[in-house]
T-cell receptor
Framework: QQQVKQSPQSLIVQKGGISIINCAYE??????FPWYQQFPGKGPALLIA?????SEKKEGRFTISFNKSAKQFSLHIMDSQPGDSATYFC????????????FGTGTRLKVLA | DAGVIQSPRHEVTEMGQEVTLRCKPI?????LFWYRQTMMRGLELLIYFNNNVPIDDSGMPEDRFSAKMPNASFSTLKIQPSEPRDSAVYFC???????????FGPGTRLTVT
C-alpha cells in the first residue's frame, strides 16, 4: 500500500515533442506529490510538486496533472529539449507527522536533438 | 549557501574493509536522509533522522550498516565489513521537516572490490 508505481522505465522523445511520465499510488492519505529531476553524476533536485486540492500545476514547460479518484499523477514536459534529458522520479508522502517520501523507480528520458 | 556536503565523493575499498561516508546537511534543516542508488534497485531510502533522532531505519539492508547523527550538522553512514554488493552511489539529503523539500548532496560513489 506504500508503493508508488512509475512508468515508463525509459522514454525517447524528439526535440519539441511532449514527454509524459505516469505515476500511481495506493495510499489515499498521501497529500504531497513532488517530482525530482536527476542529471548524470548529480543528486536529484525538486522540479515541481502538487497537492491533491488541485488537478493541475504548471511551471514553465513542466506540468503535473493529478487525478485523485484514479490515484494517478503525471508529469508532462512540453516542447522537450535535449537539456531535459535526465532521470525523473515521482514521489508521494503525507505531510503530517514524520512520514518519509515514497519514490517511484525513475524514468530515464532522452530527448533527441 | 553551500548545499548538502558529502565526503568523500569517491571511495574505492577492498572487501572486508570499513567504510565511513560523511554528510553535512544544510544549516537550519532538521531532517536528514541517507539513500542508496543502483541501476538494479533504483533509489532506496536507508534511514532518516528528525532532530538528530533516527525515525526509520527499516531500509538499512543489514547489521553491517549503521548511521549516526551526533549533532544537527553532521551524520555518518558506516559499512563494516564492506562487500562488493555494497557498491553504489550513496546520497545524503536534508530538509526542513521530514515532508519538506529534500535537498540532495552530490553523492558518494562507493566501489568495493
Amino acid at each position: 500500500q506504500q508503493q508508488v508505481k512509475q512508468s515508463p522505465q525509459s522514454l525517447i522523445v524528439q526535440k519539441g515533442g511532449i514527454s509524459i511520465i505516469n505515476c500511481a499510488y495506493e495510499n489515499t492519505a498521501f497529500d504531497y506529490f513532488p517530482w525530482y529531476q536527476q542529471f548524470p553524476g548529480k543528486g536529484p533536485a525538486l522540479l515541481i510538486a502538487i497537492r491533491p486540492d488541485v488537478s493541475e500545476k504548471k511551471e514553465g514547460r513542466f506540468t503535473i496533472s493529478f487525478n485523485k479518484s484514479a490515484k494517478q499523477f503525471s508529469l508532462h514536459i512540453m516542447d522537450s529539449q535535449p537539456g531535459d534529458s535526465a532521470t525523473y522520479f515521482c514521489a508521494a508522502t503525507y505531510t503530517s507527522g514524520t512520514y518519509k517520501y515514497i519514490f517511484g523507480t525513475g524514468t530515464r528520458l532522452k530527448v533527441l536533438a | 549557501d553551500a548545499g548538502v556536503i558529502q565526503s568523500p565523493r569517491h571511495e574505492v575499498t577492498e572487501m572486508g574493509q570499513e567504510v565511513t561516508l560523511r554528510c553535512k546537511p544544510i544549516s537550519g534543516h532538521n531532517s536528514l536522509f541517507w539513500y542508496r542508488q543502483t541501476m538494479m534497485r533504483g533509489l532506496e531510502l536507508l534511514i532518516y533522522f528528525n532532530n538528530n533522532v533516527p525515525i526509520d531505519d527499516s531500509g538499512m539492508p543489514e547489521d553491517r550498516f549503521s548511521a549516526k547523527m551526533p549533532n544537527a550538522s553532521f551524520s555518518t553512514l558506516k559499512i563494516q565489513p564492506s562487500e562488493p554488493r555494497d557498491s553504489a552511489v550513496y546520497f545524503c539529503a536534508s530538509s526542513l521537516g521530514v515532508s519538506g523539500e529534500q535537498y540532495f548532496g552530490p553523492g558518494t560513489r562507493l566501489t568495493v572490490t
